[in-house]
């Protein structure tokens, strides 16, 4: 978090029928890189994600947690400019101080800060991978698409990125099926983060892997993170990886926002009856 001032406001009341609000996070240092208002996305009742509100600082870690079918995924795909929600609005700050709504520009224009802006990690990695293309090409044809033509460049700085995610250079020129699963994902990674965006949607991106390769790309993940100052918004039914990486935690049950907060306050004195099973569940496994 790059953030240095910060005031929390702490919320003391309990009230589990209703969502609570902890998030009034007053920044005094720089203006929101994304902010999300009352947004609802609902293909029938419960199935979606409804009224949700959220606000993103600079090189800030937002983890949305919550169980299969409670919306993540798709508050993920209207965050970053894929599917557009039936109520409100999402901004992002593509010029200084200057929020856009990112559904009230033209497509192209959207699809123009989701190259130069945003990182896309899927939770399956070749959903965000070209399996015809190799590795070092699926690194390249994103710098290209930001304007990179170079060939001796672009072939340098596929070599960077790979040793970067700890793929040996010597693979640059294997297509991605040949890798592992877990390859695979900080192929992906690399991909994203080779443009340099300021903000990256992952959406479970440990989710299929094994534990100890879990364990691994999670630590990869944090340190490019933080060496980076990137601004991440995670999905994740894993506690555990929000712990590991977010500053802030936001519950989601069936569509509905039900308690958001500082990491360590959600997870060590979990306010909603929800929030409090789940962590109770975790500590039983
Ligand atoms: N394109 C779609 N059309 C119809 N229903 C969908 C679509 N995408 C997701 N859903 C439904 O919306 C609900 C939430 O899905 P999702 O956002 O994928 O949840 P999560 O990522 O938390 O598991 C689920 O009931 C799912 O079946
Ligand atoms: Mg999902």
Same mark, same amino acid.
């Given at each position: 978090?790059?953030?240095?001032?910060?005031?929390?406001?702490?919320?003391?009341?309990?009230?589990?029928?209703?969502?609570?609000?902890?998030?009034?996070?007053?920044?005094?240092?720089?203006?929101?890189?994304?902010?999300?208002?009352?947004?609802?996305?609902?293909?029938?009742?419960?199935?979606?994600?409804?009224? =949700? *509100?959220?606000?993103?600082?600079? %090189? &800030?870690? @937002?983890?949305? #947690? $919550?169980?299969?079918?409670? +919306?993540?995924?798709?508050?993920?795909?209207?965050?970053?400019?894929?599917?557009?929600?039936?109520?409100?609005?999402?901004?992002?700050?593509?010029?200084?101080?200057?929020?856009?709504?990112?559904?009230?520009?033209?497509?192209?224009?959207?699809?123009?800060?989701?190259?130069?802006?945003?990182?896309?990690?899927?939770?399956?990695?070749?959903?965000?991978?070209?399996?015809? =293309? *190799?590795?070092?090409?699926?690194? %390249? &044809?994103? @710098?290209?698409? #930001? $304007?990179?033509?170079?060939? +001796?460049?672009?072939?340098?700085?596929?070599?960077?990125?790979?040793?970067?995610?700890?793929?040996?250079?010597?693979?640059?020129?294997?297509?991605?099926?040949?890798?592992?699963?877990?390859?695979?994902?900080?192929?992906?990674?690399?991909?994203?983060?080779?443009?340099?965006?300021?903000?990256?949607?992952?959406?479970?991106?440990?989710?299929?892997?094994?534990?100890?390769?879990?364990?691994?790309?999670?630590?990869?993940?944090?340190? @490019?993170?933080?060496?980076?100052?990137?601004?991440?918004?995670?999905?994740?039914?894993?506690?555990?990886?929000?712990?590991?990486?977010?500053?802030?935690?936001?519950?989601?049950?069936?569509?509905?926002?039900?308690?958001?907060?500082?990491?360590?306050?959600?997870?060590?004195?979990?306010?909603?009856?929800?929030?409090?099973?789940?962590?109770?569940?975790?500590?039983?496994?």
């Amino acid at each position: 978090m790059n953030n240095a001032q910060r005031v929390t406001d702490t919320n003391t009341d309990t009230n589990e029928s209703k969502p609570i609000q902890t998030d009034n996070v007053i920044q005094l240092t720089s203006a929101p890189l994304l902010s999300a208002e009352n947004i609802s996305m609902l293909y029938a009742p419960g199935k979606g994600f409804d009224d =949700v *509100s959220l606000t993103l600082y600079p %090189g &800030e870690v @937002l983890a949305i #947690v $919550g169980e299969s079918g409670s +919306g993540k995924t798709t508050l993920l795909k209207s965050l970053s400019g894929r599917v557009a929600p039936q109520q409100g609005s999402v901004n992002f700050q593509q010029t200084p101080f200057e929020m856009t709504n990112l559904y009230e520009m033209s497509e192209a224009q959207r699809r123009g800060v989701m190259r130069e802006h945003f990182g896309i990690v899927h939770q399956h990695p070749m959903d965000g991978l070209r399996a015809r =293309v *190799s590795a070092g090409g699926n690194i %390249g &044809e994103r @710098l290209m698409e #930001v $304007g990179a033509r170079h060939y +001796g460049d672009i072939r340098e700085q596929a070599k960077t990125w790979l040793t970067a995610v700890e793929i040996d250079v010597s693979r640059i020129d294997d297509m991605p099926l040949t890798f592992s699963g877990g390859m695979q994902q900080r192929l992906q990674i690399a991909r994203n983060l080779v443009t340099h965006p300021k903000l990256v949607f992952m959406d479970e991106p440990t989710g299929g892997l094994d534990v100890s390769v879990q364990a691994r790309l999670l630590d990869l993940i944090r340190n @490019l993170v933080r060496e980076l100052q990137l601004a991440v918004v995670i999905v994740t039914h894993d506690l555990a990886v929000a712990r590991l990486l977010a500053d802030r935690i936001m519950v989601m049950k069936q569509g509905k926002v039900v308690e958001s907060g500082l990491t360590d306050r959600v997870l060590d004195d979990p306010r909603h009856a929800y929030t409090q099973l789940l962590v109770s569940s975790v500590l039983q496994q």
